[in-house]
T-cell receptor
Framework: GQNIDQPTEMTATEGAIVQINCTYQ??????LFWYQQHAGEAPTFLSY????GLEEKGRFSSFLSRSKGYSYLLLKELQMKDSASYLC????????FGAGTQVVVTP | DAGVTQSPTHLIKTRGQQVTLRCSPI?????VSWYQQVLGQGPQFIFQ???????GRGNFPDRFSARQFPNYSSELNVNALLLGDSALYLC???????????????FGDGTRLSIL
């Protein structure tokens, strides 16, 4: 199979750090993408990894280990507006998404 | 610059009817993909088009069809609608296509289709 697994929901406090894990059972993909989706809105592109390692983009960082079938998205200095669903997707040109992780940021 | 635009934003149909959804990609983008998203799930790949040719198809029945026009806009058609077709239909565009492409796909706001 080509399952992509993410936790269903995570809760964190404003200003904190949250790490969203994504595991997958596939190989040979081009890259791994992370998208943010607010309720009722379109997914917006956050970050992607082609090679193993860490990619940093401001408050968001993404990590990939192909040998371990594992990626994570790190959100730092959480803000209330970061409350959203975060989608992990592997790419072969087309995107195959996980079910998403709902992040709830509390005051 | 305008992003990916989709129309209509909302649509209500009854079982057995047919529907056409429309998408205009970001200017300069030649690849358009369609996804179906049901509540609580990630988007599921339906079709990908590049230079007016179908380049990929997901696990959807033949009731689903699509095409891409010379101006790179696209239409998704669904015939003989079923209750289970109720979902958010997302269009995404990217500069290029290819199994080795890592161009990010940019999504439109979607069409919310409700089947009664």
């Amino acid at each position: 199979g080509q399952n992509i697994d993410q936790p269903t929901e995570m809760t964190a406090t404003e200003g904190a750090i949250v790490q969203i894990n994504c595991t997958y059972q596939t190989s040979g993909f081009n890259g791994l993408f992370w998208y943010q989706q607010h309720a009722g809105e379109a997914p917006t592109f956050l970050s992607y990894n082609v090679l193993d390692g860490l990619e940093e983009k401001g408050r968001f960082s993404s990590f990939l280990s192909r040998s371990k079938g594992y990626s994570y998205l790190l959100l730092k200095e959480l803000q209330m507006k970061d409350s959203a669903s975060y989608l992990c997707a592997v790419s072969w040109g087309k995107l195959q998404f996980g079910a998403g992780t709902q992040v709830v940021v509390t005051p | 610059d305008a992003g990916v635009t989709q129309s209509p934003t909302h649509l209500i149909k009854t079982r057995g009817q047919q529907v056409t959804l429309r998408c205009s990609p970001i200017s300069g983008h030649k690849s358009v993909s369609w996804y179906q998203q049901v509540l609580g799930q990630g988007p599921q790949f339906i079709f990908q088009y590049y230079e007016k040719e179908e380049r990929g198809r997901g696990n959807f029945p033949d009731r689903f069809s699509a095409r891409q026009f010379p101006n790179y806009s696209s239409e998704l058609n669904v015939n003989a609608l079923l209750l289970g077709d109720s979902a958010l239909y997302l269009c995404a565009s990217s500069l290029e296509w290819g199994t080795d492409s890592n161009q990010p796909q940019h999504f439109g706001d979607g069409t919310r289709l409700s089947i009664l």
